[in-house]
């Protein structure tokens, strides 16, 4: 069955700081992986995605993520933590069909100490 | 140009009343998703509509839950005889075609069923 592991819940990191925000998938075919962020109240923004070719991709806000298959993993990367990161991430894996059938993570809450 | 419009953001019901979540898409959108999330989960497909179609609704509860998106107006997810374990948020997503990988999100609507 697809699926989407995101193993850290809660995360806290000092301003300034790396971050790296872990994910793997379980996907039967090359998968179509996804990081998104939601603020408190708002819906997600899609901050980056990898469908193929080279397997670092870059983001907006300075993010990154890197996309291993042998580890099956998709973790995000920042190498300076920003207050205003703080927020909920969440990973997700394109379904087959064709279209924006995504399964999600159960998300990662980031917090940032000044 | 507005981005995903959901209403209300929040809803309030009784057991055994209706509840009506809107979306209205970003502009020249024709492609509507709607995802629930469930307390500390993440988002879990619902189901994907076109104007005036259902493309795939597997993720929908066999019973109670329905979705449109007409001609004309937002598209509308209606819960008959809510329950407790309806309460959740409800996100709705649009994209110009299905082909687009981008979705771009609403900041949903918080269902609580007293």
């Known amino acids: 069955a697809q699926s989407v592991t995101q193993p850290d819940i809660h995360i806290t990191v000092s301003e300034g700081a790396s971050l790296e925000l872990r994910c793997n998938y379980s996907y039967g075919a090359t998968p179509y992986l996804f990081w998104y962020v939601q603020s408190p109240g708002q819906g997600l923004q899609l901050l980056l995605k990898?469908?193929?070719?080279?397997?670092l991709v870059q983001g907006i806000k300075g993010f990154e993520a890197e996309f291993k298959r042998s580890q099956s993993s998709f973790n995000l990367r920042k190498p300076s933590v920003h207050w205003s990161d703080a927020a909920e991430y969440f990973c997700?894996?394109?379904?087959?069909?064709?279209?924006?059938?995504?399964?999600f993570g159960a998300g990662t809450r980031l917090a940032v100490h000044p | 140009n507005a981005g995903v419009m959901q209403n209300p953001r929040h809803l309030v019901r009784r057991r055994g009343q209706e509840a009506r979540l809107r979306c209205s898409p970003m502009k020249g959108h024709s492609h509507v998703y709607w995802y629930r999330q469930l307390p500390e989960e993440g988002l879990k497909f619902m189901v994907y509509l076109q104007k005036e179609n259902i493309i795939d609704e597997s993720g929908m509860p066999k019973e109670r839950f329905s979705a449109e998106f007409p001609k004309e107006g937002p598209s509308i997810l209606r819960i008959q005889q809510v329950v407790r374990g309806d309460s959740a948020a409800y996100f709705c997503a649009s994209s110009p075609w299905d082909e687009d990988e981008k979705l771009f999100f609403g900041s949903g609507t918080q269902l609580s069923v007293l």
């Open positions: 997700a894996v394109g379904a087959s069909g064709g279209y924006n059938k995504l399964i």
């Open positions: 990898y469908f193929s070719g080279d397997t």
